[in-house]
């Protein structure tokens, strides 16, 4: 047998436990493949229970192993770091709950969290770096380690609560769809959620929208004096985040 | 390949605070390469405090240099960037492969020791050591299934490693002793048989009895059959860097320091008695 041949064998056997594919690595194999499949499962189990806390505690452990077990076959691992294992679940779990959305919200919160944490470094100006701005050009650069996500329920206030070691309110549907923002400031994860007015004010900056045009865009919505004054608002919001790393 | 002689232990997260302090009565410790090949946070900028009190080695676990279809170029990267940032005492990885065609299995799965095998790890490592630049330590792996008859043994394969492309030896005792156990060869045939000019390292470990075989599981105490084996194989080998590898239920610092005293002792003694 050749070494890819045995290679793509030993895949088969750890993903769906292929009694073939074992039999053709060798009878005299069994007890040493029950411990690789052993260890291939127990090691992304882990990897699951470390990234997802709240998760567990907000679902219950049955129902996260559960869960667990599912994604583990549903989607193996495929790449060389542990850490990118956890982005998938959260889809998972929205397929396995689909008229509880705050159970796949909470998890996409814990895994951009971990994700946030590990993210490239830049120091966040502060609103004393904007003495000199030219407020007609300007730019803002937005921290590397930025996610934005969907929310439509209250799960950063039940994520909130399980990490104090609160009980956590029952889960509700916002009355508007929301987002939420989660970075890094200094080394401390952080999440905030926010409205659709603020997300693709955000958006359009972190794509490279001038900091006028963003007005200029408030301005149409809000009328001149509720428009500036929101702009405003979410500038000062983002610099006392962090969120804001450089000005071109 | 950098010689160096001394006594470590692996940088565990429980840990941290007292390395950082910088009184640990240690020569080096070793990290897990990829718990550090990040792109940034808190992982990385302790990992640079910890390479300003103490030389470092990189150990990885995910390089896979017995995939048929190759090592990973980003991974190599990676690693590269961190070699760049902390300048490490070795680089090291197993004798293994953990991935194939985009699947990643986490784990250190084994190779037959065919030529063709022979030849692909060579080529891999050749690759990794150039995208690296410098020569890579190769640890021997606990092994769970024996594919004899092959066309070599575990030693004549590193030997060969060795031979063609210029690495090191990371010798893993616990390792020998656990595949010895489950394989049913001699391991003092085995230390005496490896190239002995060629190890730069040595990890000492505790390992568990498992339903059918020995499981390399890190967990407890270096045991007594693998301190023996580290006192025969020490007088044969050159300048060394001994460390207690530790991956769980990992005890109080002060712990494993005394266990690592017991490897100075064994070490003093080998000395006086070639002295």
């Known amino acids: 047998m050749s070494l890819l041949a045995f290679q793509r064998d030993m895949r088969a056997w750890l993903i769906r436990a292929d009694e073939d594919a074992a039999q053709r690595i060798g009878r005299d194999a069994v007890p040493g493949l029950a411990v690789y499949q052993n260890n291939y499962r127990a090691q992304l189990v882990a990897c699951l229970d470390d990234a997802f806390e709240n998760v567990r505690d907000w679902i219950g452990g049955e129902a996260f192993h559960a869960g667990v077990v599912t994604h583990i076959d549903r989607v193996p691992s495929s790449s060389w770091t542990l850490d990118a294992y956890p982005r998938d679940f959260p889809a998972t779990l929205a397929m396995l709950y689909p008229d509880d959305a705050e159970v796949a919200e909470l998890a996409w919160i814990e895994m951009a969290l971990g994700e946030a944490f590990v993210a490239s470094d830049a120091v966040a100006l502060r609103a004393d770096d904007l003495a000199d701005v030219d407020w007609d050009r300007a730019t803002f650069r937005i921290t590397p380690t930025l996610d934005i996500g969907c929310l439509t329920t209250n799960a950063t206030a039940i994520w909130s609560a399980l990490s104090a070691g609160e009980v956590p309110p029952a889960a509700e549907t916002l009355a508007e769809p929301g987002a939420i923002l989660v970075w890094r400031d200094g080394e401390t994860a952080r999440f905030r959620a926010i409205d659709r007015v603020e997300q693709q004010a955000l958006i359009a900056i972190r794509s490279g929208q001038t900091f006028s045009a963003l007005c200029a865009g408030m301005v149409d919505a809000h009328g001149e004096q509720a428009g500036i004054a929101c702009a405003g608002r979410m500038l000062g919001q983002w610099l006392g985040d962090g969120l804001i790393v450089g000005v071109d | ?275």
């Open chain 2, 1 to 275: 390949m950098t010689v160096f002689a001394g006594f470590g232990l692996g940088l565990r997260r429980p840990h941290y605070d007292e390395f950082l302090a910088g009184r640990v009565a240690v020569d080096f410790v070793e990290v897990i390469s990829e718990n550090f090949m990040v792109d940034g946070g808190r992982p990385r900028r302790i990992l640079r405090d910890i390479r300003a009190l103490y030389p470092v080695a990189l150990h990885g676990v995910s390089m896979s240099i017995g995939s048929a279809d190759g090592i990973d170029g980003f991974y190599l990267a990676r690693l590269r960037s961190l070699v760049d940032a902390i300048d490490p005492l070795f680089v090291s990885d197993h004798l293994s492969w953990t991935r194939i065609e985009g699947f990643s299995s986490h784990d250190l799965l084994p190779l037959p020791y065919t030529e063709e095998a022979l030849a692909i790890v060579c080529a891999n490592i050749d690759r990794a050591q150039d995208a690296l630049g410098r020569a890579m330590l190769i640890e021997n792996p606990s092994t769970y299934i024996d594919f004899a008859p092959a066309d070599m043994t575990e030693c004549e394969f590193l030997t060969q490693v060795c031979a063609r492309t210029g690495c090191g030896l990371l010798l893993d005792v616990n390792n020998v002793f656990v595949s010895a156990s489950n394989h049913g060869f001699d391991p003092v045939a085995y230390l005496d048989a490896l190239p002995h000019d060629r190890v730069r390292q040595i990890h000492l470990a505790g390992h568990s009895q498992g339903t059918d075989l020995l499981i390399d599981t890190h967990d407890r105490p270096v045991p007594q059959s693998v301190w023996d084996l580290y006192a025969h194989v020490l007088p044969r080998l050159g300048a060394v860097a001994t460390m207690i590898e530790r991956d769980d239920d990992i005890p109080p610092l002060a712990d494993l320091l005394t266990e690592l005293d017991g490897a100075r002792r064994i070490a003093g003694r080998t000395l006086r008695e070639t002295a």
